[in-house]
C-alpha cells in the first residue's frame, strides 16, 4: 500500500494475528499503550476485525503493519486513528524490540501522514503518548508535531500528553 526506502506499510489481514499477538504483548505496548486483553491467536485475529478492518471500512483508514521492504517481515504497526474526543485524526506507532530508534518510526508515520494529507485532505493530525514515553515525544516533534496540552484518554487512565499540527491547506 505504502512503500518508503526501507519499508513497505500493507492493511492487516486475520493472517497477521501471530504479529499482533507478539507485538501487543510485548513491554512497551503494554506500558505505553495499555493491555488489550490478546492472548491467544483467537484473540487476535478478533483484534484485527474489530480494530483495522473496522476501522478500513468506516473510515478508509486504519492502522498498516510495517514490514522491511526487502524481506516483508512485520516490525510493527503505524496509522491512523479517528477518536470521538479528538476533532482530527491522530497517528499511532509501535514496533517489536529490536526496531526501535532506528528510524523506522520516522520513515512509517511520515508516509502516512502524507498519504492523509494526499488522500483524506487531512489538514490536521495528532498524536498522543504517556509523558513516559520520551521515544514517542521525540518522534511526534520530529514529525512536527508540538505539545498543545494534557488531557485524559481514559476517564480511569492517565494523563496524555496531546500534540497536533497546525491546520494546513491541502
Known sequence: MLLTERLLLTEFTVDDAAFVLTLLNT????EFIGDRGVRTLDDAHQYIVNGPLKSYELMGYG???VRLKVTEQPIGMCGLFKRETLD????????LPGYTGTGYGFEAASAVIAYARETFGSSRILGFTSPANQP???????????????FMYKADGEESLLFGTPAIDV
Open 88 to 95: 482530527a485524526p491522530d497517528i499511532g506507532f509501535a514496533f
Open 63 to 65: 492502522s498498516y503493519v
Open 27 to 30: 513491554p512497551s505496548w503494554l
Open 136 to 150: 514517542s515525544i521525540h518522534l511526534l516533534e520530529k514529525l512536527g508535531l508540538r505539545f498543545e496540552r494534557k
